[in-house]
């Protein structure tokens, strides 16, 4: 099996840790690097809430120690802010938790060993207006950089297989598993009238099953297709179960295309999220569907125009479904569309300037609409 194509489904299946392009015949890539990124991220809604944007500037480094094993450290720091139309505001700013994650492929083996480790550098208590600012900033049909700012403790150790079937067919599989500690996510100051002693949140840990093909059609494409299962464990307040997401499952196909030194890419996903488990004093204990099922299409094309100069160009659709959480109340079907483009400038055989400008325009069923922009530049220093 070529090994380009072993480290393709390493990438594609190891969902748990970052990969990189390879320059030579190794799973784990050789080329140390550092990557600074900061972006300004911000949407507008034709709502309540008048705007919510956030600047981070998020830091990774990539070490190999030899042919089979490497690290990389991410972290960095955010600054977000919501405001509604009363010209009220919430704002939240700080560092995220720190990342590390090590990876180890045995002599001759098609496979790789991971482990992840998240430091509890970020937040570690909250005020009320803090966690208000951080759930709306989490909430995935943003995409902000940043989402999280802090979750405590975290261990994912995970594995990936690839399998060569022919000269252009490969299988692979993968698993991790994510061991999460508890935190206190509000600060005690501001709930000890309610909550004398405080809140412990026990968030549940994960588990990832994710399995693939990969198809080679030509020397110059690919075609691939991945199935990513995932189920959450119940999370709990000071040791009592209260809420446990739904399974999810996500259908992928990827096709890649180069032109001479130019590149095209086009993807579809479909994410479907199961009923989530909820168990209150109010609602007792029942499933609701909280999280709508989402269709993903994305095109990518890599035009490169010199030695020192290419652009990126980018486009992508997410269509949201409704969901009916209880009798007569069903949320608004809503469609993302976004185009990006980009230049990068390569200054020297050892940095690139990556630079990028997206778009977005949401329409909600019903008129309300939304706006988006992003904006980023950054350093990519290979050494």
């Known amino acids: 099996m070529n090994a380009w194509m072993k480290w393709f489904f390493i990438a594609v299946l190891g969902f748990s840790f970052p990969a990189y392009p390879q320059e030579d015949a190794y799973l784990i890539s050789q080329t140390r690097r550092i990557k600074f990124e900061p972006v300004f991220q911000s949407w507008k809604l034709s709502n309540f809430f008048k705007s919510i944007q956030e600047f981070s500037t998020p830091v990774e480094l990539y070490y190999p120690f030899n042919r089979q094993c490497s690290m990389t450290l991410s972290g960095g720091f ?7 139309t009363l010209s009220n505001s ?26 992840g480790l998240a430091l509890p550098s970020g937040k570690k208590e909250l005020t009320l207006e803090e966690f208000n600012t951080m759930a709306s900033l989490s909430q995935n049909m943003y995409r902000f950089e940043t989402p999280v700012f802090g979750q405590g403790f975290c261990l994912a150790p995970g594995v990936t297989y690839a399998w060569p079937v022919s000269e252009t067919v490969v299988l692979g599989l993968g698993a991790s598993y994510q061991i999460k500690s508890a935190y206190t996510p509000i600060d005690i100051r501001e709930i000890k009238i309610f909550a004398p002693d405080g809140v412990s949140f026990q968030p549940g840990n994960e588990l990832f099953i994710t399995a693939g093909a990969d198809f080679r059609l030509g020397e110059a494409q690919t075609i691939s297709a991945d199935i990513l299962w995932t189920h959450y464990d119940a999370d709990k307040v000071n040791g009592e179960k209260r809420f446990q997401s739904g399974n999810r499952l996500m259908l992928a196909v990827h096709y890649q295309k180069a032109f001479g030194y130019n590149a095209m890419l086009f993807s579809i996903r479909y994410r479907n999220q199961a009923k989530s488990r909820v168990i209150s004093v109010v609602l007792g204990d029942t499933k609701i569907p909280f999280q709508p099922n989402e269709i993903e299409l994305t095109g990518i094309y890599n035009l490169v125009k010199s030695e020192r100069f290419s652009w990126k160009f980018s486009g992508d659709i997410r269509l949201f479904q409704p969901v009916e959480i209880f009798a007569n109340i069903k949320t608004k079907r809503l469609n993302i569309f976004e185009v990006g483009a980009g230049p990068v400038w390569t200054a020297s055989p050892t940095v690139k300037i990556p630079m990028q400008l997206k778009l977005a325009y949401g329409i909600y069923e019903g008129g309300k609409t939304m706006s988006g922009v992003t904006v980023g530049a950054g350093v990519d220093y290979q050494f």
Do not use: E, R
């Open 90 to 115: 919430n704002s939240l700013s700080g560092l995220n938790d720190a990342q590390a994650v090590i990876q180890y492929q045995p002599t001759d083996m098609n496979f790789v060993l991971s482990l």
């Open 78 to 84: 955010a600054s977000g802010k919501i405001s509604d």
